[in-house]
């Protein structure tokens, strides 16, 4: 009588248990080298919108582009920079489903903020009273555009990043990659940081580059807290 020959249940459950251990120790990896590719595709989508704000200034008295105009939506930063941009989808961030989604204003993806305020102020380069490329100390380290996460009203036309508005004002938490985000500068260079680095030794949301101040600093301490 031939032998019959097969695999015995202890070889079997051995042999799922060294597929779930392998596994356990690959997906994670694969998951990082995916996320690594989404941030890169994100740092690009930053430089081809901050080259769009700078091809702007040569266009209009070498002033950036406001984050939004008057309270018009249709005068976001978006909208004006498009033209320079010619792709929508660049507006959206590879690791935030939620930038899918278009602004009922301007029409775009809301994957990314612009430092600037919508009360015309003078500490962020893209206030609605735009900011020259001369008032800004040093490019730099001057943030100009940041990829998001949230913005704490639940508004979903995200137009600007303010933070001289405080941890009750208008924020955005830019934590997308592994903790860290994208930074477009405004000398058009991007770099990924995690938000305390955008604070210590100089503010980069400032165009003076002035001293980290309080409101910034819990502003930070939120984004990195409240990771989503």
């Given at each position: 009588m031939r032998k019959r020959s097969g695999f015995t249940l202890i070889e079997l459950l051995v042999v799922i248990a060294i597929i779930a251990i392998l596994a356990a120790i690959l997906f994670p990896v694969f998951a990082k080298a995916r996320e690594k590719a989404r941030m890169s595709s994100c740092a690009s989508n930053l430089k081809q919108m901050m080259l769009g704000v700078i091809q702007y200034t040569?266009?209009?008295?070498?002033?950036?582009?406001?984050?939004?105009?008057?309270?018009?939506?249709?005068?976001?930063?978006?909208?004006?920079?498009?033209?320079?941009?010619?792709?929508?989808?660049?507006?959206?961030?590879?690791?935030?489903?939620?930038?899918?989604?278009?602004?009922?204003?301007?029409?775009?993806?809301?994957?990314?903020c612009a430092n600037g305020a919508a009360s015309g102020g003078n500490t962020q380069p893209m206030d609605q009273a735009p900011q020259s490329i001369a008032s800004v100390v040093a490019p730099s380290q001057c943030i100009g555009l940041?990829?998001?996460?949230?913005?704490?009203?639940?508004?979903?036309?995200?137009?600007?990043?303010?933070?001289?508005?405080?941890?009750?004002?208008?924020?955005?938490?830019?934590?997308?990659?592994?903790?860290?985000?994208?930074?477009?500068?405004?000398?058009?260079?991007?770099?990924?940081?995690?938000?305390?680095?955008?604070?210590?030794?100089?503010?980069m949301w400032d165009i003076n580059n002035n001293a980290a101040t309080a409101v910034i600093t819990s502003w930070v301490a939120l984004c990195e807290t409240t990771m989503q």
């Open positions: 040569q266009d209009y008295d070498e002033r950036y582009p406001s984050a939004r105009w008057g309270g018009n939506n249709a005068y976001s930063w978006r909208a004006t920079t498009s033209p320079y941009v010619k792709s929508t989808q660049v507006f959206a961030c590879p690791s935030n489903p939620d930038s899918k989604a278009i602004c009922a204003g301007d029409g775009f993806p809301r994957g990314y940041a990829c998001i996460t949230k913005r704490n009203n639940g508004d979903a036309d995200i137009w600007f990043n303010d933070y001289t508005a405080g941890v009750g004002g208008n924020y955005s938490g830019s934590y997308n990659h592994m903790g860290m985000g994208n930074y477009a500068f405004m000398d058009g260079h991007v770099k990924a940081m995690k938000p305390s680095g955008t604070i210590n030794p100089v503010n």
